[in-house]
Each structure stands twice: as C-alpha cells, then as structure tokens.
C-alpha cells in the first residue's frame, strides 16, 4: 500500500469517525430532551394525583359532614310522624294518614340515602372500623327474618329465610354481613314481582361460607352486572319505572365485601332471577393474625 493509498484511508476513517461522533451528539441531544420530557410528565402526574387526593378528600369530607347534619332532622321527621299515625295528638282522617304515611315513607327513604353516603365516606376515607366476635350465622339470620317478613307485603312473593345447614359459628363483623345481606334482600324484594326470594348458606371447601339471596325476580343482563356495583347506578327497566332506589346500595357492598375479607358473587338472567352472595371466611383474616 502507497502512501497516498495509506492518506487516503485515514481521511475515510476521520470522516466516518466525525460522521459517528455528530450522530452521537445527537443522540445524546435527543436523549437529553427525551429525559426532560419524562421528568416533565411525572411532575405533572404527581401534581395531578395530588389534586385528585385533595378532591377526593373533600368530596369524603362533605359527604360525611352533609350526612351528619341530615341525620337529625330526618330523625326528628320520622318520630313525628311516628307519633302522629300512633294517634298521640288525636285521631287522624284516612286522607291525613296517607298523608302521614307518605312523608314517613319519604324520610325513611332519604334516611335511608344518607346512611349509605355516610358508611361509603367511612370507607372512603379507611374510618370503618370493624367490631369482630364469635357470631352464630342462625342469629344473623334471625335478625333478617324479623326484620323482613313485615315489609314483605307483597302475596306474590315468598320470603324465606333458610336455617344454617349446621351450627356455623362465624368470626366477623356481625353487623356488616348483616348489612351487605339487607341490600341484596331489599334489591330482591324491590324487582321481584311474584315467586321467592330466599336467604341461605353453603359451606365450601376453602374455609368459606356464602351466604346467598335467590330471588326469581327480573334477573339482570350479563352487560349490566358489573355496571349495578358502581355508584349511583340503575339499570332501565320496566319496574325500574316504578321502583324508587338510591344507587348507592349494591356500591356499599362492593366496598364492605373486601373489609369483611370476601367477595361479592353474582349469577342472573334475564327473566329467571338472580342470586347474590356474600362469600366470607369463617374466621377474619385480622382475627387469625392476633391469635
């Protein structure tokens, strides 16, 4: 090789090695601004969860704080005319009865409403505290059959309440399952017009108790049964029409279900009926950590 063919390589180096070096910086440039991109989108997703934080902080503050201040007058409207349809101040005309019974109805109804929208800041804000203990499943179960079987008031349909298949014993929070089983019974009531509806328990092999309501209601699409557990949602229908509800019902389950350690559960269709279940431990997994 000549020294000029020699010259010659080296400048082709020199030339190759300056054409890496420019690709190199800019690279580096690009990675540069790609960086400040990502240091970019993180402070504002972080300035974003922030907001959403203080969002949803107050939205749990007020919903806690309204509810509070509803609380009492409702009461107060509920007593009175408790006091009046027991004839306290005198006999009523049946006209005025009706009139009475309308407005228990109604404030019983938003008592209803402002119960739920307190238990779900509750859980919102993580202040549900539970109160575990050794709990026969037959007492929960008589508590619903006495509290049930009055407003059962329709002769088409059958309320049952099915004995434990064995003297189950639960350890849980006996009040919250008693409350998760009150919404399911009061959405089986609502949208059966004639048929059962039954409450019972089976066993399963993991440790598990379910304790389901069976009703042979409208029974509900397989597109809206995950939609029915979000907040504030009904499904259009034709006793929908008829049936006042406040949404927030099959919502509180959905957020009580995991503080009890389970899960809710749903089969249904369209014109048969549905079954919702409450599938807990026997025992709470915090009652088994502190033994």
């Known amino acids: 090789m000549t020294a000029a063919d020699l010259d010659a390589e080296v400048r082709e ?77 005198g006999p009523l005309t049946a ?6 019974t309308l407005i228990q109805r109604s404030a019983e109804s938003l008592a209803e409403l402002v119960n739920d929208l307190l238990d779900i800041a509750k859980i919102e804000a993580r202040k549900v505290e539970l109160r575990l203990e050794s709990v026969p499943l037959s007492e929960i179960f008589s508590g619903l059959r006495g509290l049930f079987r ?3 008031t329709n002769e088409r349909v059958e309320f049952v309440v099915e004995d434990p298949p064995e003297p189950l014993v639960l350890v849980t929070d006996a009040q919250r399952v008693a409350q998760v089983l009150r919404n399911f019974i009061s ?19 993991d440790g598990r108790i379910a304790l389901d309501v069976t009703d042979t209601g409208i029974g509900i699409a397989p ?22 509800g ?17 899960e809710l559960q749903l089969e249904s269709r369209v014109g048969e009926g549905s079954r919702f279940s409450l599938v807990v431990p026997r025992v709470h997994p915090s009652a088994r950590e502190d033994a």
């Not at 006209?95 to 009475?100: A, D, K, P, S, T």
């Not at 959405?187 to 092999?205: C, H, Y």
Request: net charge neutral; no cysteine; charged share 25%.
């Open 13 to 89: 180096l020199r030339a190759l090695l300056r054409a890496r070096e420019t690709d190199l910086e800019r690279l580096a440039q690009e990675l540069a601004e790609t960086n400040r991109g990502v240091v970019a989108l993180y402070a504002e997703l972080d300035e974003r969860a922030l907001t959403l934080g203080q969002l949803s902080e107050s939205k749990t503050r007020f919903l806690s704080d309204i509810s509070h201040e509803l609380r009492a007058p409702l009461a107060s409207v509920i007593n009175l005319a408790r006091l009046l349809l027991a004839h306290a101040d």
């Open 95 to 100: 006209e005025q009865e009706y009139q009475v």
């Open 150 to 152: 009055p407003l059962a």
């Open 187 to 205: 959405n089986a009531l609502k949208f059966t017009d004639a048929g059962q509806v039954r409450v019972s328990a089976r066993t399963l092999g």
């Open 223 to 244: 597109a809206d049964q995950r939609r029915i557990f979000e907040d504030y949602t009904q499904v259009d229908g034709p006793i929908q029409k008829r049936v006042r």
């Open 246 to 262: 406040t949404g927030l019902g099959l919502p509180l389950t959905r957020k009580l279900a995991p503080l009890l350690g389970g």
